[in-house]
């Protein structure tokens, strides 16, 4: 049980996957412009993640190692296809706004790593491996809603929530504020994303090096 | 031999069952993307082109067969008289087909297009989105040279993205071609 929080936990500060590994940043450049954007990025990439590592973790015995890569990217292609659907069938602003990211997280690293470097390891009982998709999945969503809360405040004046608790971008910045809409454009995002990797290493990982 | 039998048949087993699976994703998702699709993508290209209608063209909309392909028309109707009707046609652009949605009169004029699906090149190619150039189509007719103005034609290109704005102006082309035939099939 104790295994199961600590491959959980993980995720969330000690490895969380773009700020510690500096990995998957295509979509954390490119879908941190609104925070609802972030986040709901982040939660397809979860259910990728979790969904490949389930299935995965239970072929684990039976894909042979040397065609695993080509199982591993058919599985994840498989999810990456239901969540482009689901999404254009129910969550269509979604699905709009991500455009063409939502389909490149068949080749987010995140996905393919935690498949050949956790699910598919005997030693990862089904357990883990879930405990572990979902750990990097919710960390990556972190890290995307909190480069996300840097970025519109600032680079637009509001903040977006998701369309089913509030329709539309709500203001939080006083009327006269002028937007850096330099923070909304790439370079912004690496801005952005070079201060938080900054600030993560000041803090540490909690750890004694 | 029966290591590389193994590799075979696990991975054509797990590509089965993944394509089955994803046939039934398709299945179960298909009625609300087609909802989707006209709500978010072609009704407010639809409304774009037509003018002065009272009618709903998405709920009258019908399906024409043109040379086996088919096409849907949405007709604006004033008073129960066809006064135009919109379609789609496609160009072939830089990323893939450009989806667009012409609107006409019953005189063969162009009311206007609306790029409603590509996949151009971002900062290039989707200038082609841009309504102040798409607007330019306007009383265009079946008479014009739907080529660019560079190479003789009617249509203003796009600097820098040449084959974008060429795709646009070979699918507005295209579709204006099969505009008497859709005529006569839907207004008699």
């Known amino acids: 049980m104790a295994r199961i929080v600590d491959e959980f936990t993980k995720g969330l500060w ?171 454009k790439p370079p912004g995002a690496f801005l952005c994303l070079g201060l938080m990797l900054g600030f993560m290493n000041m803090i540490g990982t909690g750890e004694k090096s | 031999m029966r290591e590389i039998l193994r590799l075979v048949v696990v991975l054509t087993a797990i590509c089965v069952v993944m394509s089955f699976s994803l046939a039934l994703v398709r299945q179960a998702t298909e009625a609300p993307i087609i909802t989707n699709r006209i709500t978010f993508i072609k009704l407010p290209a639809i409304k774009a082109v037509l003018t002065g209608y009272d009618n709903d063209p998405v709920a009258d909309r019908t399906d024409v067969d043109i040379d086996g392909r088919i096409v849907t028309v949405y007709p604006a109707k004033k008073a129960g008289e066809y006064i135009g009707f919109a379609y789609e046609t496609e160009g072939e652009g830089h990323g893939g087909p450009v989806e667009i949605m012409l609107g006409v009169d019953m005189e063969g004029g162009l009311w206007g297009i609306s790029v409603m699906k590509h996949a151009e090149t971002p900062g290039i190619g989707d200038t082609i989105e841009n309504p102040e150039w798409q607007r330019h189509f306007k009383g265009m007719s079946t008479d014009t040279d739907f080529s660019l103005e560079d190479e003789g034609g009617d249509v203003q290109g796009i600097s820098g993205a040449t084959e974008s704005s060429t795709a646009v102006a070979e699918g507005v082309g295209k579709g204006m071609e099969i505009y008497e035939e859709l005529k006569d099939k839907v207004a008699g």
């Open chain 1, 14 to 184: 000690k490895e969380i996957p773009p700020f510690r590994f500096v990995l998957g940043l295509c979509p954390v450049l490119a879908c941190s412009t609104t925070v609802w954007n972030g986040f709901g990025m982040g939660l397809c990439l979860t259910f990728v993640v979790v969904c490949s590592n389930i299935i995965i973790s239970l072929l684990r015995k039976v894909i042979p190692g040397q065609v695993r890569i080509a199982c591993f990217i058919v599985i994840i292609a498989t999810f990456v296809i239901i969540i482009e659907r689901v999404t254009e069938a129910y969550v269509y602003g979604l699905y709009k706004d991500l455009g063409i990211f939502i389909p490149l997280i068949v080749v987010n690293c995140i996905v393919l790593g935690r498949a050949e470097a956790f699910a598919s390891k005997a030693k990862n009982t089904l357990p883990l491996s879930i405990a572990d998709g979902l750990g990097m999945g919710l960390g990556f969503t972190l890290s995307l809603t909190a480069l996300a809360l840097i970025r519109e405040p600032f680079g637009l004046g509001t903040i977006t929530l998701p369309p089913f608790i509030h329709e539309g971008p709500i203001r939080v910045m006083w009327a006269s504020y002028e937007p850096f809409s330099y923070l909304q």
